[in-house]
């Protein structure tokens, strides 16, 4: 049997979580596998990188994409899961397809709505964006 590769993009809300869920449940169904866990952090602003270095831009990406991450990492450790942990910077739905391809996971599962910006009737605008750019399935979770 071969075991699932997960990538679940976690912003911190109550659906990302909530598909974390869904991803945890899939993986001991199929008797293990990888769970990836990634955080697309916005680029800052042009006129910030010119009195802001290149190190404190990243240092605050990381410690933003690790504050996202924590309560998800706490559900999967109690779990029992131990997943490997992603910071992204970008556009959602191109960071995470790339996230995907790099790691060769075989599917995404998301929220249905979670943190971004201006929502969609019914899927939120990230989840759209990660629905064009993947090559891979992507389970929405309500």
């Known amino acids: 049997m071969m075991l699932s590769t997960i990538l679940v993009p976690i912003d911190g809300s109550a659906p990302a979580l909530q598909a974390l869920d869904h991803a945890i ?3 001991k169904q199929a008797g293990g596998g990888e769970l990836h866990l990634v955080n697309v952090q916005p680029p800052v602003d042009n006129l ?3 009195f802001v270095g290149k190190a404190e831009v990243s240092d605050y990406h990381r410690e933003e994409g690790m504050k ?3 309560p998800a990492m706490a559900r999967c450790q109690a779990s029992g899961i131990t997943p490997k942990l992603h910071i992204g910077v970008g556009r959602a739905g191109a960071v995470i397809a790339g996230f995907v391809k790099s790691l060769g996971a075989g599917q995404i ?3 249905a709505r979670g943190l971004g910006g201006a929502a969609g009737v019914l899927l939120g ?3 759209r964006d990660v629905i064009a750019e993947a090559k891979v399935p992507v389970t929405v979770v309500k």
């Open 125 to 127: 605008s990230v989840s």
């Open 68 to 70: 996202a991450l924590e």
């Open 25 to 27: 449940a899939v993986l």
């Open 109 to 111: 599962v998301m929220g």
């Open 48 to 50: 910030v990188t010119t």
